[in-house]
């Protein structure tokens, strides 16, 4: 296989790299560039062959598991999108009650209701959970 051959295939696995953010085909890339380096050093295909497999081997076995810890680490205590809305404060717009309402959250209307207790106009709640595109609130000092 010449040079280039070697680095179209290092530039495919680049590219559904980065369609599928899994690290499997950039550890495949890692392998394909220590093959294009044997190449450019002279060696024949069998060696060629066998940096690939070497090199693919390392690259999954030890540094992909390390690199995936990195990419899908959650920062403790830190919630984000719905989670991040639980109990948030909210104001009560309309009468809030089982059968629903609305109120002012992070600075958006939301539908809400209530577990048992109808709240009136400009009340202030507190978020317990969101179900749907709906907050469960309850009085904020409960």
Same mark, same amino acid.
């Given at each position: 296989?010449?040079?280039?051959?070697?680095?179209?295939?290092?530039?495919?696995?680049?590219?559904?790299?980065?369609?599928?953010?899994?690290? !499997? +085909? &950039?550890? $495949?890339?890692?392998?394909?560039?220590?093959?294009?380096?044997?190449?450019? =050093?002279?060696? *024949?295909? #069998?060696?060629?062959?066998?940096?690939?497999? !070497? +090199? &693919?081997? $390392?690259?999954?076995?030890?540094?992909?598991?390390?690199?995936?810890?990195? =990419?899908?680490? *959650?920062? #403790?205590?830190?919630?984000?999108?719905?989670?991040?809305?639980?109990?948030?404060?909210?104001?009560?717009?309309?009468?809030?009650?089982?059968?629903?309402?609305?109120?002012?959250?992070?600075?958006?209307?939301?539908?809400?209701?209530?577990?048992?207790?109808?709240?009136?106009?400009?009340?202030?709640?507190?978020?317990?959970?969101?179900?749907?595109?709906?907050?469960?609130?309850?009085?904020?000092?409960?």
């Amino acid at each position: 296989m010449t040079i280039w051959m070697w680095a179209v295939v290092i530039v495919i696995l680049i590219v559904v790299e980065l369609l599928t953010v899994d690290l !499997l +085909f &950039a550890s $495949l890339a890692i392998a394909a560039t220590a093959a294009l380096i044997a190449n450019a =050093l002279g060696y *024949e295909m #069998p060696l060629q062959g066998i940096a690939f497999a !070497l +090199f &693919a081997t $390392l690259s999954l076995l030890f540094l992909r598991p390390i690199a995936l810890k990195h =990419l899908k680490k *959650e920062v #403790p205590g830190f919630a984000t999108n719905m989670d991040a809305l639980v109990g948030a404060p909210a104001i009560a717009l309309t009468e809030v009650g089982p059968n629903g309402g609305q109120i002012k959250l992070n600075g958006e209307v939301w539908t809400a209701r209530s577990a048992a207790e109808t709240f009136s106009t400009n009340t202030q709640l507190s978020v317990v959970s969101i179900e749907g595109a709906t907050a469960l609130v309850v009085a904020k000092n409960s």
